[in-house]
């Protein structure tokens, strides 16, 4: 299936050298590196100046020259490229958790689109009931039926939840409202199964960079047609979803990317492996270092 959307991933951000940080960390602007040094955690600084750096090698990589780089943010502080004269525009929106960062883009766009990925984490000092629950305020009647079904093997409910919540997420980070908009009001059902762990995603150790498409095993998780999002009982004209399962460092992750253009019915399908690309957080600093000093 076709489509406009591209994800880039940038796995194990927290095996990076400090030297190499602290390097990259002259490539971006002050407000940046001042957000970078605000955590407690050296993981998230680092996670985050990866984030901040995948849209300006994005860009590099077409040709843009770092110093005619620059971002703004719409009135509810979603960031976009502000970069004059860039034809065509590139839509992005980044997304973190654990030993995944990534970008989701498109050409042609500015603004509507959004990503988000999350580890399918069990968390500590709760049931998997208790859990769905803490959280059915965002929820419909009809997925909290689905998650606590009692028929589902425990391991598939996990997934299904995490697909249901990042799904969720990248639909109003895409609108550029997050949490200003009740999530109730979005209702996912994913009639295919999603149980299992999907195959680790291969590493090339040369290079560091993996494009999915040249993966013998896919990490991806079908869906069938009767997989939809609708939201406030009617399905999204003119949005697509694009959703994609990985796994790093032994970890599973759902990852969901939405975007708003055109005039098309709603779809949602896997990503294209060949929209897809993978690189190891060194290697992807390395890169930013040579393209961005």
């Known amino acids: 299936m076709s489509s ?73 502080r979603k960031p976009y490229i502000a970069t004059p004269k860039l034809s065509p525009p590139l839509a992005f929106n980044v997304s973190h958790d654990n030993e995944l960062v990534g970008i989701a883009y498109a050409r042609g766009e500015r603004e509507n689109i959004g990503l988000d990925l999350m580890r399918v984490s069990r968390p500590r000092g709760t049931s998997y009931g208790s859990f ?41 980070k895409a609108l550029g409202l997050g949490l200003g908009f009740d999530f109730a009001r979005i209702d996912c059902s994913f009639a295919s199964a999603i149980s299992g762990t999907p195959p680790a995603s291969p590493q090339s150790a040369g290079s560091g960079k993996t494009p999915l498409a040249e993966n013998a095993t896919l990490p991806i998780n079908a869906l069938e047609d009767e997989d939809s999002v609708r939201i406030d009982g009617v399905p999204p004209h003119g949005w697509e979803f694009r959703t994609l399962a990985t796994t790093v460092a032994g970890e599973s992750y759902e990852i969901v990317a939405a975007r708003r253009g055109g005039n098309r019915p709603f779809t949602m399908h896997p990503i294209d492996p060949q929209d897809v690309e993978e690189v190891r957080a060194q290697v992807f600093l390395e890169e930013a270092l040579r393209l961005l000093s």
């Open 4 to 76: 406009n959307v591209k994800v880039l991933l940038v796995s194990e951000p927290t095996a990076i050298s400090e030297d190499t940080y602290k390097q990259a960390l002259e490539l971006v602007d002050v407000v940046s590196r001042e957000r970078c040094g605000r955590f407690y955690h050296r993981a998230d600084s680092y996670r985050c100046l990866i984030g901040r750096l995948l849209p300006r090698v994005l860009l590099a990589r077409d040709g843009v020259s770092p110093e005619s780089i620059s971002f703004a943010e719409t009135p509810s």
């Open 132 to 172: 769905v629950e803490s959280v059915g305020e965002a929820l419909t009647a009809k997925e909290l039926k689905t998650l606590l079904s009692t028929t589902t093997p425990l391991s598939e409910s996990w997934r299904r939840f995490y697909r249901i919540w990042t799904t969720k997420e990248a639909y109003t």
